[in-house]
């Protein structure tokens, strides 16, 4: 089944990576269910057993999405970054974390104050080799959390070879998959991954919800993300006198966003993450050779220019402010993009004064503008952004 997208027309959204459009499929599934809307987990009543049900048969399919395995826990959060605070509360005391200087904000600061953070590395052999090292200095089984594909670059990570090194050193890994889950098949079983967090508002459920998923048995053995109603199997009249649930139950305290997941499922069951992938490879690949043949115009990346990625690209245009670019394509030209550091303020900087260093060029702006494409993107949508950069 072909996934399509609402929108707006004569705008051009290039601006997928920040949040999605909203899914056709998700839109149908929320609309159908808003009559039935009731109590999750709550009520004896028809609209409370339906939207309960609802809400269970959701889980299992961004479950099986995201291949998780029999055992894992798939817990609905509101985006990728509460999933990863959460994972970062549920870590047994003394396990030391490993990331990258890469990650995204969500990836990099709900870590334990002294979480190793690699440099960035110049490609994905040598992110391995890092890790590797890395883990043969710790005395504890660790912790590696890394995304699956950079929300700068659009650049992927080796995630099945790092997950063989973590697996080899005793440690789990944890990927952010929320700029992979949107343009690239993931699974947690196949890639041999202990966790994934993913946002639904870049998967195309806008609806404020997002997933951890993955090994329970940390999960069950942490105390309550949120502690409240529907995190308990029973209380008592002394304040000690608590015994919590365990499952997914455990961490999703107070009535749940019903609608999200229902939404974030609807996406899970119609979209194709192959698919996807071939028509917006050639997409990418047309946007990165048109940028290359503007004069000062310079793309930020941390590997190879032939390295695999999704459909993300970051840039600065020399001796123009990001900012002011990014407001003259939304006036002038209808166009949407972003600018700044996108939530990734050591990377971006980083690969910026890269740039700089490659090209030659000292009048690169201290921010960059980034093009991001998905479902609903075409030719001609990439055509604009090149002609009106040009111009
Ligand atoms: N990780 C990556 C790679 C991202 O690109 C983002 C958002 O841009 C996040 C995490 C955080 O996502 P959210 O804002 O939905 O929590």
Known sequence: MTTTVLGV???????YAATAPCARAAADAVAELLPWYGSVHRGAGALSQRSTLAYEVARQAVGDFLGARAGDH???????????????????????????????????????VGAVRLPVPDSPGAAIRAL????????????VAVTGASNVTGERWPVAELAAVAHRHGARIAVDAAQLAPHAPIDIADLDLDYVAVSGHKLYA?????????RGDWLDAAP??????????????????????????????????LLGAVALAAVCTTLDPTAVQA???????????????????????????????????????A?????????????????????????????????IAEAAARTGRRDLPPTALRASVGLGTTESDVEALLSALCR
Not at 84 to 101: D, E, H, I, Q, S
């Open 9 to 15: 027309p004569d705008q051009i959204n290039l601006d």
């Open 74 to 112: 798939v817990i609905f959060t509101r985006n990728t970054t509460d999933a990863l605070n959460l994972l970062a509360r549920a870590l047994p005391a003394g396990t030391p974390v490993v990331t990258y200087g890469a990650e995204h904000h969500a990836n990099l600061l709900p870590w334990p």
């Open 132 to 143: 590797d090292a890395a883990l043969r200095q710790l005395d504890a089984p660790a912790l």
């Open 206 to 214: 806008p609806f404020g919800a997002g997933v951890l998923a993955g």
């Open 224 to 257: 309550p993300y949120l502690t409240g109603g529907g995190a308990t199997r029973h209380v008592g009249a002394a304040t000690h006198d608590v015994r919590w649930a365990t499952g997914p139950a455990r961490h999703e305290a107070g009535t749940p966003n």
């Open 279 to 317: 028509t917006e490879r050639a997409l990418v690949a047309r946007l990165r050779a048109g940028l290359a043949e503007i004069p000062g115009v310079a793309e930020l990346r941390m590997f190879d220019p032939g390295a695999e990625r999704v459909g993300i690209v970051s840039f600065v245009v």
């Open 319 to 351: 001796g123009r402010d990001s900012a002011e670019v990014a407001a003259e394509l939304a006036r002038d030209h209808g166009i949407g993009v972003r600018d700044g550091l996108f939530c990734a303020h050591p990377l971006t900087r980083r690969l």
